[in-house]
């Protein structure tokens, strides 16, 4: 969508998605009349109405009264009445993946970041790099960075946006520069197996004019095409870590890069995961010509997002972290850093998010979990599915011999927490559902 179509009324089914919300929010600053809809209110839907969008709470084809495109995302069914009456009066519909497409040719260049995990992260890594770089461009971020947002929009040669593999999203988007993190297996139920799901990665990668993949990922080391660019570890990458060192969990490295300048990064977030990220950051940064000083105060200048290690209470001196971590390596690198930062005891508790996630995944949970004292595992969040026999959350508590408690219950949640907590300990919470939004409610009171 471009300047020749400003002024057109445009409605999202689901706009309190953080990727939707983003969307919107650009429509917005590009002039369109934006309006949407999403079954409960959230922090980016009050942000949109205080831009003037008209903001619906439910679903109901009169939302879409004098709406002349329909944008949805993919948890909207055909069921939805908005989305039923937009195809019953003929208007413009598009998916959230075709708009995002959309989106993205309007810019010179375009940077797309994929992989199973670290995608946010590394967006955001992106959007203070060109900050600092005073370059013009827009960033789509899928979470919420502590001082940008969720979508950033000073000009229009530079666009930098997460992508994701979900329902096959990924092969809509066309990447100047393509990032590859980690080719990590989710979202399975998608793909007829790993092989396809893997292939999916590689054609977005052989699009690009450049593809920016980690060496050291299983798969991505078998990517030979020539628009190659890597990174990590190894001597012979193209950016090359080395030096790393730790303090109290946030780290520093030295980075090679393709011109052979060295530069020093002292990361302001937590994880020794978040070294890869930030090089994965700086590669493709490079790649666009941006400056090492850039480069490396941008990266230094990134403290985080929401639900990324993010402390959001206490309870009689146990502090409450929160992490958006759901699947099997994103937990992995959770406890990690866990391990790295907190004193006292440790309690974990993970609320499972979506059934077929954790059948197709309950082993690899099972693994990442396996090494905790003190578990909890929290009823599933389900989303966008129903019930799917196997792939509960107390499947996977039975599936782990019972270990750690099972609870069902938000008021039995909290009642476990006060009676663990004590001076010192923390409590880390794993997942992308409702609890986190659950726990920071209830902590407030």
Known sequence: MSAGTKKLNVHFIGIGGVSMSSLANYLIEMGFNVSGSDIMPSLYTERLAEKGCKIYIGHSEKNIDGAQV???????????????????NKLFILSRAELLKMVSENFKTSIGVCGCNGKTTV??????????ANARFTAHIGGYDNSLTNSYVSGSEYFISEVCEYKKNIAQFKATVGVCLNTGEDHLECYTDKDELIGCYFNF?????????????????????????????????DYAIGKVVSKRGKYSFDLKLKSGETI????????RHNVINAAAAAAAAAECNISPHAIK????????????????GSVSGSVIIADYAHHPEEITAALSTADEVCGGELYVIFQPHTYTRTLLLKDEFASA???????????TFAAREEYIAGGSAYELYNAMGKRGVYISDADALIEYIKSKAKRGDTFLVLGAGDLYD???RRLKK
């Open 70 to 88: 329909i944008v949805y995302n993919s948890a909207i069914g055909e069921e939805n009445a908005e989305l039923k009456a937009a195809r019953e």
């Open 123 to 132: 967006t955001c890594m992106l959007a203070h790099i060109f900050k600092r």
């Open 205 to 237: 990668l052989k699009q690009a004019e450049t593809a920016v993949v980690f060496a050291e990922d299983e798969n991505l080391k078998n990517y030979k095409n020539k628009n190659a660019v890597t990174f990590g570890y190894g001597e012979n990458c």
């Open 264 to 271: 020093r990064i002292n990361l302001n977030v937590y994880g």
């Open 297 to 312: 105060r941008g990266i230094e200048s990134f403290n985080g997002t929401m639900r990324r290690f993010e402390k959001i």
């Open 369 to 379: 979990l396996s090494g905790v004292k003190n578990l909890v595992i929290y009823k």
């Open 438 to 440: 659950l726990l920071k």
